[in-house]
């Protein structure tokens, strides 16, 4: 039942991380496709990164979720989704910045034209300063976010050669008391072919001392009772 929990909750774990990562495309997508004003796209890079939030927290569970597992197996198969995930969540990092530069970009082309309509510009290239440096803030937060998470994910690599190389001296002193069990087994195996051969060396000594034996009373009986032969 513990085991079928587990295959539960790891399940749920990446069904909810997969539906994250489809809801930050789309809002991506909504920034990409944002007309303004910049007000509205700070709505939107708020929710993304949130959303951001909650796919980091996801991925962390299923990579703790991953090094309690029992089998090596099916460890090594959910670090490597995690590891699918985690660049994943880059790709959707770049994605987010591509996509906050062109609806910036866009909103910057439309003030230019609001400006040759002589509307005030001043308070709207501050508005837009603001705006960018917030989301420049909001972008580095989140990079720096994700330099932590390869960081843990580098030390951990390093931990598992770690013992992958315990594991491997393991195997090679296994391979040498096996060698030295196979060097007796051998010698048991010629004791036991010489063993042999001195048995029938003896049996046939002993039929021999028989024969000459029975031979030597044969003669005496003889010489007994049939003198004048």
Known sequence: A????GAVAVRVCSQEIVRFDLEIKAAVQDIRDCPGPLGALTELNAAVKE???HLRGRIQELEQMAK???????????LREVENHKKQMLSNQAAWRKANLACKIAIDNSEKDQLLQGRDSFRQRKTTKESLAESASNITESLMSISRMMSQQVQQSEETVQTLANSSRTILEANEEFKSMSGTIQLGRKLITKYNRRELTDKLLIFLALALFLA????????RLFPFL
Request: no cysteine; hydrophobic share 40%; proline share 0%.
């Open 51 to 53: 959303k951001f939030r």
């Open 68 to 78: 309690e597992q029992d089998k090596e197996s099916e460890k090594q198969a959910l």
């Open 2 to 5: 513990k085991m079928a929990a």
């Open 216 to 223: 030597t009373v044969l003669y005496i009986l003889k010489k």
